[in-house]
């Protein structure tokens, strides 16, 4: 298990990109999954210099249903999966692409001759629910958006590899969910949640102002303040402290 570095912003230039691919002449053929079109755009621009860093963006999708589309048609060697998806989230478009994975009912081979299609998370999301939901879905690791340009070449070529490559402090969740012999408790309470209102649950909780979550999750404050509300709603809490007390006990901060 390898892990990635954390300090990424897509977009902020293709210096130093460089990585194990161009390094050594090899390609990797990747789709990038994510609902924000600006933030697919700076990933691209980023990692998708393919005489730079080795990596040829084939396909880009906003949604589940985009998604397992433009996987199935282009077959690539990697896809880069965000978590929290239209139409079901990344969980989704792996239950639907399972036969395109490594042991997968899916010929070994699309008609360009590339191999089993392998899945990395990259999320906005470091909460342990979500890194354990999708590596059980199949996924080859989870590295956050603050991942640098250098890293995720590098985590790229290595998940093409086989390898399994996490951000820092997300291993430890994965390897505490598979040395657990007990099935965690349903929590019935944040299962009423959306995953964009658990996501804007834990960065209220965390004291992020409204603003903060809007530039965070790429959404307006209006969209934070609306879910906001409908967490109060669903949890039958009147306000952010009593919400913060509520996360701060199920450990969701």
């Not at 880069?80 to 009912?105: I, N, Q, Y």
């Not at 402090?169 to 959306?194: I, K, Q, S």
């Not at 965070?216 to 009593?242: D, G, M, P």
Request: net charge negative; with cysteine.
């Amino acid at each position: 298990m390898t892990t990635g570095g954390d300090e990424m912003a897509a977009g902020t230039g293709t210096a130093g990109t460089e990585g194990a691919g161009a390094e050594g002449g090899r390609r990797a053929r990747v789709v990038l999954v994510d609902d924000h079109r600006m933030f697919r755009t700076g990933v691209r621009a980023e990692i998708g210099q393919t005489e730079r860093t080795g990596v040829d963006v084939v396909g880009e999708a906003a949604d589940v249903e985009q998604a397992v589309a433009v996987v199935t048609a282009t077959r690539p060697d990697v896809v880069l999966l965000d978590v929290h998806l239209p139409g079901g989230g990344g969980v989704e478009v792996l239950r639907r692409c399972a036969p395109l994975m490594p042991g997968g009912t899916a010929p070994a081979t699309s008609p360009e001759g590339a191999e089993a299609v392998r899945f990395l998370a990259l999320s906005v999301s470091d909460a342990a629910e979500d890194v354990i939901g999708v590596i059980r879905g199949g996924a080859r690791g989870y590295v956050t958006k603050t991942i640098t340009g250098t890293d995720l070449v590098d985590a790229i070529f290595r998940v093409a590899d086989g390898d399994a490559v996490f951000s820092p402090r997300l291993a430890g969740f994965v390897l505490d969910a598979f040395a657990a012999t007990d099935t965690p408790p349903v929590d019935e309470d944040l299962d009423r949640l959306t995953q964009r209102e658990r996501e804007v649950l834990r960065l209220i909780a965390r004291g992020y102002a409204y603003k903060e979550i809007a530039k965070q999750l790429f959404i307006s404050v209006k969209t934070v303040e609306s879910h906001v509300s409908a967490v109060l709603r669903k949890l039958q809490l009147s306000n952010r402290h009593e919400l913060t007390r509520w996360a701060t006990a199920r450990r969701l901060v």
